[in-house]
């Protein structure tokens, strides 16, 4: 049995389950579903009712997934397959995501305010000024994840404007889009990944992460 063979067979079915499904429009959506195995590398995940339209989805694609596994998640490469039903989608496993390949830094789930928006140059004609505000999902040192009423006017090159939680401080610097997700309610959630950001700034946001999953963890042995 191959290692992605083997990674799925472990897999019990209606584990949690988080996949990015890229469109024909090439947006990508973020859905949560429940995982079902089948003859590895083969396997199904049933979504909740009206979650997609089979007309829209792309066969064949190559799929990020999540997959809540005990008390870790794993991460698979899946292809799309094919509709089995108005709820279920089959896929092939491909290979497994190490995790220092998720994310050149570990992220926390973080909650505060974040303004993205790009600044047209004098000279510019075809791109103009724009911002919105939002809020993030999770941060790191390299990127955060951030749920906006809109879709993003552009990708590149966006100042990203953060607020420390707990702190009055905000930390600016430039990124560009990885992939935006179009969520229910016409909401987004858009990944961004810090291009220009100073060795000192980076170190503030580790920190804050660092905080943050201290302050999660003290709450968790409370609560157990």
Known sequence: ??????????????????????????????????????????FQLVFPPKSWESDSLLMGVNCQLTVKHKHNTVNLIAELDSVASDRRLNFIGREPIKPEELREYFRVAINTSIEIGYTAGASEVKLRSWKMIGTTVDLSGSGVLGLFAE?????????????????????????????????????????????????????????????????????RVQTE
């Not at 584990?15 to 947006?27: F, Q, R, T, W």
């Not at 309610?185 to 980076?202: C, E, G, M, S, W």
Request: aromatic share 6%; glycine share 4%; hydrophobic share 30%.
């Open 1 to 42: 049995m191959s290692k992605i063979e083997d990674i799925i067979h472990k897999l019990q079915d209606g584990a949690e389950s988080v996949i990015d499904l890229p469109d024909k429009h090439n947006e990508e959506h973020r859905y949560n579903a429940a995982f079902v195995g089948l003859e590895p590398p083969h």
């Open 151 to 219: 879709k993003p006017a552009s990708n590149s090159r966006l100042y990203i404007q953060i607020g420390i939680p707990q702190s009055e401080d905000m930390l600016s610097w430039i990124g560009h889009v990885v992939r935006t997700y179009r969520m229910r309610r016409n909401r987004y959630q858009v990944a961004l990944h810090f291009d220009d950001i100073t060795p000192k700034k980076r170190d503030q946001i580790i920190a804050c992460c660092l905080q943050e999953q201290r302050r999660q963890l003290r709450e």
